[in-house]
Structures are given as structure tokens and as C-alpha cells.
């Protein structure tokens, strides 16, 4: 249903009507994709079921596809059988998840993207220097909550701007942030501002804590959004990245933005007098949903989308340790039988 191009489309005049334009990058970031083929490995290695605790990444289809073949996802350890395996997902956990999975004797393999493990080293080196570290981040969010986890005494919340005003700390000289990974880059960096006109010697992280993948995603969503009529976010309302990307949308231009799980959630009075629609997915989004988006414009009309490429991802990550462990030890006894 599409067709990449490495530049913005030219477009005939019999297409000018109606076009659909297609951002890249989108979708799969290497962090969720290395989450997903964990559980997919660790389910195929030592057979289901294997637990999950929380989603492994923000998306109700692949949490239910993984569901098919045996995880099964639960809210908290206690939940877990003793002895049994589980999978921390994408978005991190706090020591104290660990010390519950050592207790319950539990097989733990920690599926964190790594770039929020550097977010949990940071927080606990601001917190070994004795700085009180202001979080920038959305309530309740598990990757704010296993972040805040590892240094509890020094870390607390900044949702916004209009939270800095709340914020108590003991030096004003000695004040440091970090971010939940996933948020808008602007959202943040205005709630940044904010804090360092109260604490003009606010320390930094030593690198951005929005991830790649988030900001690639937002970027590619401004560059298009300005010719949209509307522009489609495919992505689950849990997924903070998703739900983003429509703000980022509508702040860049869009006409109107919506998110949709998928194609049923199409709203088809939103095509209404509208010629050009861009699409985007969310970095939990697998490519077969946003295929599924192009097909149900196909059907209405809308020609094959033509993608306008933004930035180029290569990056890949190793599996956990743990698995990968588990997996060459296999290999080696499959390998002895022959």
C-alpha cells in the first residue's frame, strides 16, 4: 500500500485531489522490538507460560497476539507462581520489583529498553551525589514509576510548567532532571525552562533523556503535518509516545489529528472535504496496522501513500543477557545431540 521515496511526493494532477502521505520513520522502535521478541523467545525456549509483568509495550494487539501464544500479563510479582519465568517489560522496573522476584524465587529476564536503564543509572548518580532530581514525567506511568524506584528519597515528579511552582528542595544549587523517555521534546523542554528560571544552576543529564525513536517519530510528524487535512496516529491510548504525537500533530499544523488502535477506529466523517491525510504510528505499532489504515483509505478513494522519509534508524539492540544465555546454552545441547 506504499511506496517509499526518499523526498516529499510529486504528484500528478489526476492525484492532486487526494493523496495520503506517510511518515517515515515510524512505528517499531529497537527498544519494543527487542521487548517483543523476548517474550517471543523466552516463549518458544522454555515453553508457556511465561508471565509478563505490565504490558511488555504499550499496544493492546501485540499484548493480545503474545497472549495466543501462552504469556500471560499481570499487574504486579505477588501475582506471579513461584519459581516460575518472568519478563519486565519496555518500560522498566524499580529495585524493588527485583528484590520481590528474588524472594518469590522467580526467573527474571528484564526486556528494559536500554534507554531507560541509562535514565536509572543517571537518577542513581544524581542520588549518590546527593542532588535532588526533579522527574519530569506523566503520574502513574510505569517508566516514571521504575525510574522515581531507584532513588525514591531524592527523585520527585514535575508533570509540567505549571508544577515547577510546587517544587521543594533543599539546595537550589545542587538540583538536577531527567525525563520519562517517551514524552513531546517540546512539552519537555519548556517544563525545563520552567525549572531553571527557578534553579538557574539546574544540572543537566549528560545526554537527552527523550529517545531517539520519540523524537524521530515527532519530527517526521512536523514535517508533514503542515500539508495535512488530517493526519492519523495508529497507536494505543496507554502508548504516552502515541498520544503525543497527535499533540505534536496539531501543534505543527494538521488540520485535525486523531489516534486509532487500528482501522475500525476510523471515523469515516474525518474524510470528510479532506484531501490530503498523512499517517503515523506510534513506537509500539506494528507495520501490519498501519497497512491496514492505508487499505481502509484505498477503499475510499485515496491513492498508494507515498512516504516522506525525515531521518534513517539502524539501530538494534541485543537481547537481554539473561535469554540470550539461556539460548546459546540450548544451542550448544541441541548441537551435542546431533
Not at 503525543?244 to 474525518?270: C, H, T
Amino acid at each position: 500500500m506504499s511506496t517509499d521515496m526518499g523526498m516529499p511526493p510529486v504528484l500528478s494532477p489526476e492525484e492532486a485531489e487526494k493523496r495520503v502521505l506517510l511518515a517515515a520513520p515510524r512505528g517499531y522502535c529497537a527498544g519494543v522490538d527487542r521487548a517483543v521478541v523476548t517474550v517471543e523467545e523466552a516463549l518458544d525456549l522454555y515453553g508457556p507460560p511465561v508471565y509478563v509483568r505490565k504490558q511488555i509495550v504499550h499496544n493492546k494487539h501485540v499484548v493480545a497476539e503474545l497472549e495466543k501464544r501462552g504469556a500471560i500479563f499481570v499487574e504486579e510479582i505477588p501475582e506471579v507462581p513461584e519459581g516460575a519465568t518472568v519478563v519486565f517489560s519496555a518500560h522498566g522496573v524499580s529495585p524493588e520489583v527485583h528484590r520481590e522476584s528474588l524472594e518469590r524465587n522467580l526467573k527474571t529476564i528484564d526486556a528494559t529498553c536500554p534507554l531507560v536503564t541509562k535514565v536509572h543509572h543517571e537518577a542513581k548518580r544524581f542520588a549518590n551525589d546527593d542532588y535532588d532530581i526533579l522527574l519530569i514525567g506523566h503520574a502513574g506511568h510505569e517508566e516514571v514509576e521504575g525510574t522515581a524506584g531507584e532513588a525514591p528519597e531524592h527523585i520527585q515528579l514535575v508533570e509540567g510548567p505549571d508544577d515547577v511552582a510546587n517544587v521543594v528542595v533543599r539546595d537550589p544549587a545542587r538540583v538536577a532532571w531527567l525525563s520519562q523517555t517517551t514524552l513531546s521534546l517540546d512539552e519537555t523542554m519548556a517544563t525545563v525552562d520552567a525549572i531553571r528560571e527557578r534553579f538557574p544552576l539546574l544540572l543537566d543529564p549528560p545526554s537527552d533523556d527523550i529517545c531517539y525513536a520519540t523524537q524521530n517519530r515527532q519530527l517526521a510528524v512536523k514535517e508533514i503535518a503542515k500539508d495535512s487535512d488530517l493526519l492519523i496516529v495508529v497507536g494505543s491510548g496507554n502508548s504516552s509516545n502515541s498520544v503525543r504525537l497527535v499533540e505534536v500533530a496539531l501543534e505543527a499544523g494538521a488540520g485535525a489529528s486523531y489516534r486509532v488502535d487500528d482501522a475500525s477506529e476510523i471515523d469515516e466523517a474525518w474524510l470528510d472535504g479532506v484531501s490530503t491525510v498523512s499517517v503515523t504510528s506510534g513506537a509500539s505499532v506494528p507495520e501490519e496496522l498501519v497497512q491496514g489504515v492505508l487499505s481502509y483509505l484505498a477503499e475510499r478513494g485515496y491513492p498508494d501513500a507515498k512516504a516522506v522519509h525525515s531521518a534513517e534508524e539502524s539501530l538494534v539492540f541485543a537481547l537481554p543477557k539473561e535469554l540470550r544465555r539461556d539460548l546459546k546454552a540450548a544451542k550448544a545441547a541441541a548441537a551435542a545431540q546431533d
